[in-house]
């Protein structure tokens, strides 16, 4: 594949892609079993502890047990329940998870043992593939909202209206990040954006948008320490609290193929892809990034993101609801914004004729320089005046009594009124506590 162009579909069929589509969805049912395993792996030696190790080998066919018993068990519905919304909104989410990797490249073109038919190592591959990824990931959240709008309860009700929120709030900072990658490449196509990062892998030339992507990613699939939705501690189970067997286990299925998505999404974007990391990549001019080695490259980059869920699940403790949107709010929109206006200069002048490097480096010290102004001059908040002592509280106004209003206090009563102050040396020999202030100071 030529860098800059997308990849070439002209040699296949029908049948080609129903067999890539076919493999794709083994690749992910698959992926989520040994997602599962690995998670319990991973924080079991975390809280040092085994994890799951009875059923198999290393314990891999507990998932695969979990699994059966989800499909075996007790299938309930909600009386109050909108059965049709009910049953659709688990559908939702998991049809639209599987969407995002039809344009996600596996590698590049590969041949068929045995034949000399080649094709692209993707489904399928447009100029906005990007932006057809994040109509998926906004879809999908339709399935959050209505599962906890149909349930009819009170805390998926929660869950749902909490998960609004935070995907509208994290997906557009993550959009934001993903901008930077479009000014960089200059193409939305997935293919042609890890044929740009054949010199550099893009999470160099932009760390900034790299670390709001992942920060964002994390919130993007209601994962610790941003699983708001499904709080157990507050809300139960979220909006999945009237779930259970299979409509249970879809929207758990929706979970874990959406941190495969986002991993992949992150590979394509800003690790290169496909592509072998340096210097595996420079071995016999690029022999590792051609035929069936990519596919290995491919994948050890989404488990290492895999593990980085894990990690940050295994870390970090779930934040406050207020937290959590002053975060994704006033910290991560603001600097993706701040970045992409940097990188939208330097790109003009890196491109554009007639700038010298002087203007570029004047530019920046001037944007730094209204930054930290800005900063440093913001106006704090004033502090409101403390508010005036509240009048004495009369308990028998009314004429009995009655308890204090907050912010009111009961006066002293008249018993705490004559116990003395103070002690004398002489008072300590025996004189009682309870006598007359006057009699224990003579």
Not at 50 to 67: C, E, I, R, T, Y
Not at 183 to 211: C, D
């Amino acid at each position: 594949m030529i860098p800059g162009v997308h990849a070439d579909f002209s040699q296949d069929n029908g049948w080609t892609f129903l067999v890539k589509a076919v493999l794709i969805l083994v690749f992910l049912l698959t992926s989520v079993l040994v997602a599962i395993w690995f998670e319990r792996k991973v924080v079991g030696r975390m809280q040092v502890r085994p994890g799951p190790n009875v059923h198999g080998p290393f314990g891999l066919l507990q998932s695969l047990a979990d699994a059966m018993k989800l499909l075996l068990k007790e299938d309930m519905t909600v009386t109050a329940a909108d059965k049709v919304v009910y049953l659709l909104a688990p559908m939702i989410s998991v049809f639209c998870s599987l969407l995002v990797f039809a344009v996600v490249p596996f590698g590049p073109e590969v041949r068929l043992p045995f034949t000399d038919w080649s094709t692209p190592a993707q489904l399928t591959d447009f100029p906005v593939a990007v932006l057809y990824v994040l109509a998926c990931a906004s879809v999908g959240v339709y399935g959050i909202v209505l599962g906890g709008w149909s349930s009819g309860s009170t805390y998926p009700l929660l869950g749902s209206v909490r998960s609004t929120a935070q995907v509208i709030s994290y997906e557009l900072a993550m959009g934001l990040s993903l901008v930077s990658v479009f000014i960089l490449a200059g193409t939305m196509s997935t293919s042609s954006i890890v044929n740009e990062q054949t010199g550099r892998w893009f999470f160099i030339p932009l760390l900034p948008a790299f670390v709001i992507y992942v920060i964002s990613m994390i919130g993007e699939t209601n994962r610790l320490p941003f699983d708001l939705p499904e709080a157990e501690g507050e809300l139960v189970s979220g909006y999945m609290t009237e779930y259970s067997s299979m409509k249970f286990a879809w929207f758990f299925l929706a979970e874990y193929i959406n941190m495969l998505n986002v991993s992949a999404v992150c590979v394509t974007l800003f690790l290169g892809g496909w592509r072998a990391p340096w210097p595996l990549s420079a071995i016999n001019d690029g022999m590792l990034n051609t035929g069936w080695w990519p596919l290995l490259w491919f994948l050890v980059k989404v488990w290492l993101l895999m593990f980085v869920f894990v990690w940050v699940r295994g870390t970090l403790l779930r934040l406050r609801y207020d937290q959590f949107m002053v975060f994704g709010w006033k910290v991560l929109i603001p600097a993706a914004l701040g970045w992409l206006v940097v990188l939208s200069v330097v790109q003009y002048v890196r491109i554009g004729d007639g700038v010298s490097q002087t203007t570029l480096i004047g530019v920046l010290v001037a944007i730094g320089v209204v930054v930290v102004a800005t900063v440093m001059f913001w106006p704090s908040k004033k502090v409101a005046p403390a508010a005036p002592p509240p009048a004495e509280f009369d308990a028998f106004a009314g004429g009995f009594p009655v308890p204090p209003m907050p912010g009111q206090e009961l006066p002293p009563s008249p018993r705490a009124r004559r116990r003395p102050v103070t002690v004398s040396v002489d008072a300590a020999d025996g004189a009682d506590a309870d006598s007359d202030p006057q009699e224990g100071t003579r």
